[in-house]
């Protein structure tokens, strides 16, 4: 199994960015794919959660209705749009899957 995230960066308060994990190594449409994230000195949190082939969806209430996970079969991909980015969005962003975890992209939102 492996899993690449990569499309982290700087961006100021209320910008944008998509981010997208590489998934191989497994069935992609059989198991869920989530974004999780890790801030300094805290824990890491799960953000978003999608089942390829099932399409089922989970959102955090801290990303509610700022970000949206879809996938491109295709390509095997999971991205990640993140939009009315917040300082508090600044992280190490992570993506997993049956218990893989891929190299983190670090996003900062910062003016």
């Known amino acids: 199994v492996q899993l690449q995230a990569s499309g982290g960066g700087l961006v100021q308060p209320g910008g944008s960015l998509r981010l ?16 999780f994230r890790q801030a300094p000195g805290k824990d890491r949190e799960g953000v978003a959660c999608i089942t ?20 491109d079969n295709a390509k095997n ?10 300082p508090e969005d600044t992280a190490v962003y992570y993506c ?14 910062s003016s």
């Not at 190594?25 to 989530?34: C, E, H, L, R, V």
């Not at 390829?52 to 996938?71: A, E």
């Not at 991909?77 to 917040?86: C, D, R, T």
């Not at 997993?96 to 939102?109: A, C, D």
């Open 20 to 35: 997208s994990c590489a998934a191989s190594g497994f069935p992609f449409d059989d198991y869920a794919i989530g974004w």
């Open 52 to 71: 390829p082939g099932l399409g089922s969806i989970y959102y955090s209430d801290s990303v509610k209705g700022r970000c949206t996970i879809f996938t």
């Open 77 to 86: 991909m999971v991205h990640l749009q993140m939009n009315s980015l917040k």
């Open 96 to 109: 997993n899957s049956r218990g893989f975890w891929g190299q983190g992209t670090q996003v900062t939102v």
